[in-house]
Structures are given as structure tokens and as C-alpha cells.
């Protein structure tokens, strides 16, 4: 028995394979799946995504999105996604900086609600790569 | 030879054509790649999301809908359809604005009122006197932030009664050679499971999951209420700029072979005509020839 997983990202679709277990950020706590899992629909929030795989452990960031668990298959709908171990922590440092100033500088000018949302998401996406890039260490 | 220079002449044209032909071709073919990658990578995320509503709506009963009660699920009296065109913004790409505007007649004009995305589309709806609302523009790279007007509008539109049913009417971008002009309903959110198989069924290159059943009861954290206020307008804007890339792979698809053939034609034509002007220049010679030999004979 195992589960697939498949994470899927406006861009593309990130991840697209079998594991054992997963952990999902979701807005009620994390939630641990394991084959069998009860039908599931939930609401990410952006944090880390753990995914066992024969022993080991991956963690990828995810942004807010949605998850469903349905038989074996769990389908993240998410706005970002990136593996842990691709993060660079200093870019992730830098792209924070840069998204918390432009933010900063789009409020001053009381941009578009559109293009704040859009900053605030890359913002919350870098401080979670961090995040679990730091905990990873 | 006044005939020789005026087929030189045609030659010199049709060459130019030509030359400016192949390089619209190549323009829409570069276009074209981009706009293709954009929007069969775009596809797994408007599939995954069409599932996840899909689901949604086949475990909540119809009170459950009902205690939202958000317009976008009330099934109210068409009066209006609200339609979203998405067009070009130019011409010279075959017959895909032809063929978009063909669908478009048959739909009873007394009807419908057109929001227009694209020149083309603003042109053909003001200039054949229907009900325009608002017409957009669009970059040639579209980003999501752009479309954020145009969904603001129908959904204000239709929340204020102006219209009763927003669809999109654009073109489906299937291969290089084939795009079709597509009617879909978007809003209100009834009867949902044409729309999702549309999507779902769209064939597209990545590998994909396939579709579990599982008929046990599905649990909803932290409510179905919530996470259909979160999906919902996520939905609808993502899936408006989903076909946004779909019509725009078919636009530049459709110009590249468009351009094609018209360099192609153009290649074939200076050949005709290369070799009209030779017989020409041939016939003048021997004629030429002819009157010497007949002046030096007498």
C-alpha cells in the first residue's frame, strides 16, 4: 500500500509520485496522511510539507492552496512549491528583502489590492522557505 | 519590352511579401512556443482545481449549497447572458477571429451582453451593434494581475443583476493546425459537470495521477463553507485566465500558419512568375533573332 501524491502549481506540476506518509500544513494543524486516510478536503496554509519516502524524509515549502485526499491520492493545489534541499537560503534571504521593500513601498503608493496580494504572496512564500530551511540545519 | 519589366516588377513585389511574410512567421513562431508551453503548463493546475470543485459540489447536498447562499449557486432567470469574448488584438491569423465571430452570431442578440478582451472582438461586437459592456486589453505575456479587472467586472455585473450567467467564448488550442472557437459556462455554478469534464478532458503532456473513487463520506477541514469561499473566486479568475493562455496559444499558432502559407505562396508564385518572365525574355530573343536574319536575307 502506498500513497501518491502529485503537488501542482499554476506553473506546472511539481511533484508526481508514490510515498508512505505525508504531512500537510493545513489551517486546523498539521495532518498526517497515511494509506487509508478518510476522504479529505482542507485548506493549506503556507508552511512544510513532509513526505516520507522508504525511510527517509523530504520537506518541501508550500504556499496556501488546497489539499484532497481521495482513496490513496493526495492532490495539493497550491499557488508555490519548492523542495527544501533546492532552497538557497541566502536567494530565499534576498527575495524576502526584496518583496517585504517593494510591499512596503506598494502600500506607501496604495497600489492595486491585486498586485499587494500578489506581493504579500511572494513575501509569505520566502519566509516559509527559510523557515524550513533553517530547521532543516 | 514593356511586358518583361512590369513581370520583373510583379517579381520584385511578390519577393517583398514574401520576405516580410517569413518574418511575421517567424515572429508568431517564437510567440507561439512561449504561448503553447504557458498554456499546456497551466493545464494540470486548472485540471486538479476543476477535480477539486468537482468534488466539492458531489458531497454537498443541495440545502448545504443553499446555506451559502452566494449568487454564484442560485439558478435565477436568464434574462441577460453575460459573455466574455476573448479576440486578438490583430488580424492576419487565418480564420480563427472569423471562425469566433461565426459562433458568436448564434447567439441571440436581444440576449446577451459582450465584455471583449482583444481589439478584434471590441470591433466586431460595436461595429455589428450588440450589447457592449466593457471591452479589455491584454499584454502579449499575460499575467494572472492582469485579468484581475475583467473578473471584477462580471462578477460585479452579475452580482448587481446587469447580467445573469457569465460564459467565455474563445478559442480551445488543441495542436498547431487546429483551434476551436469554445462556449463554456462559468457562472452560475449549476449543473457544473459539463464544464468540469471540458476541462478534465482536455488532453494535455504531463503525466497524470489518475482518478481514485472512493465513496466514503468526505470530511471538510475546517468547514465546506470555508473552503468554498476560498475556491470559489480562485476558481472562476484562474479558469478565465486559463483560457486567456489557451486563446492565446491559438492566436499565435493560427498566425504562424497563416504566415506559412503565405510565404509558401508567395515562393510558389515568384516561381510562375520567374518563369513567365524567362518564356518572355526567350520569345522576345528569337523574335529579335528573327528579324535580323530576315533584314540580312533581303
Request: net charge negative.
Amino acid at each position: 500500500m502506498a500513497l501518491l501524491l502529485e503537488i501542482v502549481t499554476p506553473e506546472k506540476k511539481v511533484y508526481c509520485e508514490t510515498v508512505d506518509s505525508v504531512v500537510l500544513p493545513t489551517s486546523s494543524g498539521q495532518i498526517d496522511v497515511l494509506p487509508g486516510h478518510i476522504p479529505l478536503m482542507t485548506l493549506l496554509e503556507a508552511g512544510e510539507l513532509m513526505v516520507t519516502r522508504n525511510g527517509t524524509t523530504d520537506a518541501l515549502a508550500v504556499d496556501r492552496g488546497f489539499a484532497q485526499v481521495q482513496g490513496d491520492k493526495i492532490s495539493v493545489l497550491t499557488e508555490a512549491a519548492i523542495n527544501i534541499q533546492e532552497i538557497d537560503a541566502g536567494a530565499a534571504e534576498d527575495a524576502r528583502r526584496r518583496a517585504e521593500e517593494a510591499l512596503a513601498q506598494a502600500e506607501a503608493r496604495k497600489e492595486d489590492p491585486e498586485i499587494l496580494e500578489e506581493l504579500e504572496t511572494k513575501a509569505r512564500f520566502a519566509i516559509v522557505q527559510q523557515l524550513a530551511k533553517e530547521r532543516k540545519r | 519590352m514593356a511586358n518583361l519589366r512590369d513581370i520583373q516588377r510583379r517579381i520584385k513585389s511578390v519577393k517583398n511579401t514574401g520576405k516580410i511574410t517569413r518574418a511575421m512567421q517567424l515572429v508568431a513562431a517564437s510567440k507561439m512556443k512561449k504561448a503553447q508551453d504557458q498554456a499546456v503548463a497551466s493545464r494540470p493546475y486548472a485540471q486538479l482545481m476543476a477535480e477539486i470543485v468537482s468534488g466539492l459540489f458531489r458531497h454537498l447536498s443541495v440545502e448545504e449549497l443553499a446555506a451559502v447562499q452566494s449568487p454564484i449557486f442560485e439558478k435565477r432567470e436568464v434574462k441577460k447572458r453575460g459573455i466574455l469574448l476573448l479576440s486578438t488584438d490583430k488580424g492576419l491569423c487565418g480564420s480563427l477571429n472569423a471562425n469566433l465571430f461565426r459562433a458568436l452570431a448564434e447567439i441571440d442578440r436581444e440576449k446577451a451582453a459582450f465584455v471583449t478582451v482583444g481589439r478584434k472582438a471590441t470591433q466586431f461586437v460595436s461595429r455589428s451593434r450588440r450589447n457592449l459592456l466593457a471591452d479589455f486589453s491584454v499584454s502579449d505575456h499575460v499575467l494572472f494581475s492582469e485579468l484581475r479587472p475583467v473578473v471584477d467586472f462580471l462578477l460585479n455585473a452579475y452580482y448587481e443583476g446587469e447580467i445573469d450567467t457569465i460564459e467565455v467564448l474563445y478559442t480551445q488550442f488543441i495542436n498547431n493546425l487546429k483551434q476551436e472557437a469554445v462556449l463554456i459556462n462559468l457562472v452560475p455554478m449549476i449543473g457544473l459537470d459539463d464544464l468540469i469534464q471540458a476541462i478534465i478532458g482536455v488532453q494535455d503532456y504531463t503525466e497524470k495521477a489518475p482518478i481514485e473513487n472512493d465513496e466514503r463520506e468526505i470530511r471538510f477541514e475546517p468547514s465546506a463553507k470555508e473552503i468554498l469561499d476560498a475556491i470559489i473566486p480562485l476558481f472562476i479568475s484562474r479558469e478565465i485566465y486559463h483560457k486567456v493562455l489557451e486563446a492565446k496559444a491559438s492566436e499565435h499558432s493560427a498566425r504562424m500558419v497563416a504566415m506559412k502559407t503565405a510565404t509558401d505562396n508567395a515562393g510558389e508564385l515568384c516561381d510562375s512568375l520567374t518563369l513567365k518572365f524567362n518564356k518572355a525574355r526567350q520569345a522576345a530573343i528569337t523574335q529579335e533573332i528573327q528579324e535580323i536574319s530576315a533584314a540580312s536575307a533581303s
